[in-house]
């Protein structure tokens, strides 16, 4: 190819050349205005139209909010005794999302302070259970020379940080474990659940939430606002200043109907027993104790428990981890009769004088079946007062009968029977009180008549929590009131630190003619004296007491064969059923108990209910003879 | 014999005062930025003054040189560079997955940037040493002059390095006359090519510009630089965060913000006002440095100046370019204003020759 420029006649060629630099230099140099022009649209675009978002940007690089998780709320009994409280401890915890290999950092922390293969272990659990949180607990309870090791190797520990941590502290151990239940730590579940109420960002920092109990049911409450520290960070993520602190509200703080020192003397009372007890004062529904038997320690829980102790409860033959005062259905026996009585006197089917003559059982019209009373010979004649004194089973055959099971079911339900009480405690279960209707619902088969029957001494298809049992027996020591019971007495609110009452509920109240429960009244006292089923237990007290015994059935015995306790295997005798409130004439205090192959009612539960009253109503302690399981019952079958 | 004031006197008559004030004037800001930068070091701006000082007295010897001496020199350093690159290729140390340093006895050179001297100068010397009407020969042995250190350079592989050099050889043979039609046929090659040319880069290579295209597709990696010098820059808004007050550089997210994104804490100071004095003083040197090169007596100052002026806008466009994010991420500092003392002390290097190539007598054609 030839050059483009020929050579002209009239420049020479220096000059020509110099000319041709220039058009050069004139074409860089616009080409270097554009290319400046086109920065500093660049620019214009970057620091003018999308500078509020860049701004954003930075503040969000810059900043960031440290949640501040707040003091969660105390719980002391009536009388001021903690049952739960907070406690500042370090902890080591990793950062799974900084750590390469936890294995190798872990064996680096273990160097420095003990870690046991159990934290190992516990440390994976958490792991594999929580993914929401940054750092997650290796070792807890650090001791101030072992949080001051860690603290000064962090520099060749990135991941690892040593953090002061609040603890939920039962000092009373066991006491009322149920009741309160525990904290434990947040599972995937419940931040689901958390996310689910819009909670989420109240929880951010919190890394422990009420797992059952009071700790569960109250958890709002219990725990409080988180507060928000704004603080300037760099890239590295170390902060450099606090803008500004949002302070976090303590939780409230709860104060329970419950009486320590009475639950301690109800709880080592039932000594190796299993069974549960609930005592309710009648005037307001407030549970002043509440027991399940055996009980756990829900310290255990708090900080995660380990497998061995886990493994140890659950599997226990004992179940000491389910709530038996509201989540276990049981007959309830002939502490239904007093019930029985009232239904029979508000239906008029039958009056307090009627007498029966008891041969020792009843019988439907031309049926060889015989319902057995208790006492193979019978009562000879027995009236109402009668039939509850001595616990007569063929007086309540009869009235069964004649009342029907839809009026039984109707008149019973008024009490709570087969219906949450509504206790402020989550778990709890409905039991079964049976009626036509019911038993359409689960069955095929039609109701039956001797179903009834049996049902009249609360046998048959009826089941009732101690829980409920207790509901009712308070609803007749006042008169007809059934409550709505409640743990929780009062709130006092942390942030003015004044106390208000929660509202006591009422459920509903039912009509009884105040002499028709005089009538049952007068007779479940005269329970309690010579002559009576628990008159052993209730004797010399300075105070009247009303009550009622029972047994219920745990395995059904055939028609000609004799209930012989020593003969049946411990998990097959009866459970002893009791009821009572006292002083029978102003009722401070009413009381269920069941006790699980307990026998009879008024030798392995009374004893207990008379402990509890005597301390409720006396200021009494009891000479500690906890009730034992009998080597051989000294008592037979008595009803 | 010469007195001393005359000594003086003709050692400042190779002075361009203009350009040595917008020089100084440059210098002085980036006193002020490297202070924010390295969050108030007296000691590292200190070191930056110091080499400020040391290239300003190199740019005043350098323009004392005649230019004749630069004729001399340029195929012999040319040359070498050639061998240290086929040095490097053979024998060299891997650093960073490239091979871009050479171990000599005593010390370790980067040969690349010896080439981005030698080039322009052996393209001017050749230039200068044709005829005055240039024919297709001439300029076949002109590419094969640039592209022999260019493909030495990109097989190390330094891309970015390469493409400098390349431009700065470019620059020599577009001012030496190269005809319209070929500057014409040569950007259209050089667009059909671009796919080609994408198959030919590395997977790190590709990413960059990728990134470019959606920073947000590796906030963390790739994206993270650009993410963060837009922040920097958009934040500091028309009048910026004033002098001190840049949170993305003084709390570190902003990386390398004492080198090569220093631009975007600038801009983040002192806003889209301070970004356009600082553009406008860069083009104010710029124009004056081709308007040097434009007068100089000879055809050789011509071209090295105007290529090595050029080069320098190369220098200031990518840096910038970079930063605000319409280019792909290469290490290539902004003149004068990042830290570090060997670029400095190159780019003055070029300005004295520019004042040299101007004031000095007139070649004679040998």
Redesign the interface.
Known sequence: ?????K?SMELP??D???I???Q??YL??SF??L??A???A???D???I??A???K???N??TSSIPIPPNRGIITDDHGVVLANNYSAYTVELAPAKIHDLNATINDVAQLITITPADKLRFFKILSESHHFDTLPLRTHLTDAEAARIAANRYRLPGVEVKARLFRHYPQGMLAAHLLGYVGRMNDADLAALEKNNQLNNYLGTDHIGKTGIEQSYETILHGQTGFDQV?????GHI?RSLAQQNPVSGDHLTLWLNAKLQAIAEQSFGDFRGAMVALDPNTGGVLALVSHPGFDPNLFVDGIDSEDWNQLNDSPDHPLINRALRAAYPEGSTIKPFMALAGLHYGVRTPEQTISDPGYFAFPGSSHHYRDWAPNGHGIVDMHKSIVVSCDTYYYRLANDLGIDRMHNYLAQFGFGQKSGIDLPGEVSGVLPSRAWKAKISRQPWYPGETVICGIGQGYNLTTPLQLAVATAALANGGTVWQPQVVRGITDSKTGRYHDTPAKITRVIQIPPADRQIIVDAMIDVTRPGGTASHACMGAPYLIAAKTGTAQVVGIRQNEKYHAASLTMRHRDHAVFIAFAPADHPKIAIAIFIENGGHGGTTAAPIARAVMDYYLLKKIPAITPASTPATPTIDHVD | MLTNKHFWRKFATHIDYPLLFMLFMLLLLSLFVQYSASNESVNHVLMHAGFGLLALLLMALVANIPTQYWVTLAVPLYVTGILLLLGVAMAGDVVNGSRRWLHLVFFRIQPSEILKLAMPLMLAWFFHTRHATLTLRDYSIAALLLLTPTLLVAHQPDLGTALLIAASGFYVIVLAGLPWRILAGLSLLATASLPLLWHVLHDYQKNRILTLLDPSRDPLGAGYHIIQSSIALGSGGLLGKGWLHGTQSHLDFLPEHTTDFVFAVFGEEFGLLGNFLLLSLYLGIILRGLRLSARAPDLFGRLLSGSIVLSFFTYVFVNMGMVSGILPVVGVPLPLISYGGSAMLIVMLGFGLIMGLDTHQKLNKS
Not at chain 1, 1 to 5: C, Y
């Open positions: 190819m030839k050059p483009s420029m050579p060629a220096q020509r050349a110099r041709n630099f220039q050069r230099i860089a140099t270097i205005l290319a400046f086109l920065l500093l660049r620019l214009v970057t620091q003018i999308h500078h978002s860049y701004l940007q930075a503040e690089n810059r300037e960070t760099d890239a590295n450099i």
